[in-house]
């Protein structure tokens, strides 16, 4: 029969995963299939960590995205006002399914490829400006500016008019308990940001996709207001900062390894494989968007009741060794990678395409032009952003 609750209770929590993120996954995956914890909100959350439940449950329609099938006083999200929460993110079918049909014609492959040239060519200006210093914050000089500079230039976001996004999303993203007002100072200036943005568009339309947006909501009536400045949000915030992590660890990865490095230098054509294990051994975001049962939904012997929140460990699924031969070791020879990182079902990770491609090219032109880099740092001082949502380096010091 089943029970509401695993027995015995974990006893690893939040702040231990935050110390030991895979090694405490592991344990977890070991004593049950399902773990009702308590965040540092104070509120409980259902933590699922086996590879085939977590690939089951994204696809599994009885998880609703609605933050309004969340049970009251169950839930405490960041309070976006309408004009930043009406995104594909708190959506399900059918407005999600209208408005991913929508945006999805900025992401097609034969558009991505067409981002190939530029995305080169934002690289090596990157690696111009930072090569003869012989040192760098690998971070702040290249794995965040590089897709910044992307995503802008796909949304259409002129040089002059672009903002501090990193410190923006950083404020969402880890709060500082410090500064409680840092969080909604961020959100009204990305809301004016956008709001001014969109005006500007408006005025002057051009071949880009907040243009093709702002058309299908005054022209064909395809978007409310609301959720067409949400898009453009979204579309900008995912675009870049899923891109900065997955850069930044793919990076340390290699430098921790050094046999798969080289093997790497030796023969370039493994860097698509290269990418794909790189994303699933340490991607950038440790858990999925959070979820609401529409009835109770029962795994194992563990029942998660309607409306309570769930939290999909893709970190944990990706090192599930009932699903992957030897998890822990990067290998970027791996011939069988069905990994979870980018989601899986109706809400797989739209920038897919896009975060590939600057990966890859990021990777390989840092490679190819700095061949002696290492670590600048003793390993151990390397830190990690504080959360369990976003899986990133605050810094990576090089030396080349």
Known sequence: MATTFPDPAPAIGPADLLLDLYGGYAALRESAPAH???????????LVTRYQDVRSLLADP????????SLPGNYRGLALPPALDANLLNMDPPDHTRIRRLVSQ???????????????TIADTLLDE??????????????????IAVICDLLGVPAEH???????????ITPDRARPEAAGAAIAAMLDFFAGLIERKRAEPADDVLSAMIAARDDQDRLSEDELTSLAFLVLFAGYENTVQLIGNGVLALLDHPEQLAALRAEPSLLPAAVEELTRYDGPAPL????FPREDVTIGEVTIPAGETVLLALGSANRDPDQFERPDVLDIHRAENSHLA???????????????????IA???LLRRLPALALDTPRASLQWRPSLRARGLLTLPVRY
Do not use: N
Not at 36 to 46: I, K, N, V, Y
């Open 162 to 172: 672009r903002r501090d996004f990193r410190a923006w999303t950083d404020a969402l």
């Open 288 to 291: 999925a968007i959070r979820r």
């Open 342 to 360: 980018l989601g899986h079902g109706i809400h797989y990770c739209l920038g897919a395409p896009l975060a590939r491609l600057e990966t890859g």
């Open 62 to 69: 009885r998880l609703s995205l609605d933050k309004r099938r």
């Open 106 to 120: 900025a992401f097609t492959p034969r558009r991505i490829e067409q981002l190939r040239a530029p995305v080169q």
């Open 36 to 46: 009702r914890m308590t965040g540092p909100d104070g509120l409980p959350f259902w």
């Open 130 to 147: 930072i090569e003869p210093l012989g040192h760098a914050d690998l971070i702040a000089s290249y794995a965040a500016p590089l897709p």
């Open 363 to 365: 990777l390989a032109t």
